[in-house]
């Protein structure tokens, strides 16, 4: 049962649920797109979570009840549940060693080797549920649960930039150097965050993350082609329902 929920007087929250479920996420990102594509006057922005969407707006523009009656109209609308494009970005990864130094740990804890852990974790497309934490930080869900760990019963004061990390059945890309207490299994040389750029961040929500496995020369490659600002992700388009 969807709800409204106001947060201060220009603000406007939706829920779908109260469970990280892939389904709630769908209709949350679902909810984003129509609302953006209405081009409405007063929208100012929407910001999709696990489980429901923060809708900013103008009430000098856009009263509340006009609103609901937008975002009930597109709850209900057939083209909500009809095909439509996932965006898939690759991102490069080694994994292990000084680039991931739970990844050993996680193994012991599994009952499997490393390159099992690596294979499993590598072998999922993760939905971005939601961008937090920090700026560009994408909360992927969907982690295997052959290799699901919880997190450091202690957090680290400084994670590399950079680093693949998992906690329970969720996975995620620290963007700059900060604490956290996810367990560290591989790193990417992409940058997540430059905020010098348009848009500052590589990610949104409701797009998609495939891991993908490289050794020290082709990290190393990558990380000069990065830096020089030459480095284009792969994305790759799917037709989906």
């Not at 929920?5 to 209709?27: C, K, R, T, W, Y």
């Not at 100012?44 to 609103?67: A, H, K, Q």
């Not at 905020?195 to 993908?212: K, M």
Request: with cysteine; charged share 20%.
């Amino acid at each position: 049962m969807v709800r409204y929920l106001l947060a201060g007087d220009s603000h406007l929250v939706v829920e779908f649920g109260q469970n990280i479920d892939p389904s709630i996420n769908q209709q949350v990102h679902d909810l984003a797109r129509c609302l953006a594509a209405q081009e409405l006057q007063g929208l100012r922005e929407v910001v999709p979570t696990y489980r429901s969407l923060l809708i900013s707006f103008n009430p000098l523009v856009m009263g509340l009840s006009d609103l609901k009656l937008q975002c009930d109209q597109c709850i209900s609308c057939k083209a909500v549940n009809a095909r439509h494009s996932r965006e898939i970005i690759t991102i490069p990864t080694i994994y292990g060693g000084q680039y991931g130094v739970d990844l050993a740990g996680v193994a012991r804890e599994v009952e499997l080797s490393e390159q099992e852990v690596i294979d499993i974790h590598a072998a999922q497309i993760y939905p971005i549920y939601m961008i937090g934490f920090m700026p560009g930080y994408p909360y992927l869900g969907g982690v295997d649960q052959r290799i699901a760990v919880p997190r450091l019963k202690t957090p680290r004061t400084k994670v590399p930039a950079g680093s693949v990390a998992m906690a329970e059945r969720q996975t995620g890309v620290y963007p700059i150097p900060s604490p956290g207490g996810w367990r560290l299994i591989g790193r990417t040389p992409l940058r997540l965050y430059r905020p010098e750029q348009v848009p500052p961040v590589l990610f949104r929500a409701g797009q998609y993350i495939r891991f993908s496995p490289v050794n020290v020369d082709e990290y190393r490659a990558i990380e000069e082609l990065v830096n020089n600002n030459e480095y284009v992700p792969e994305l790759v388009v799917e037709e989906v329902r």
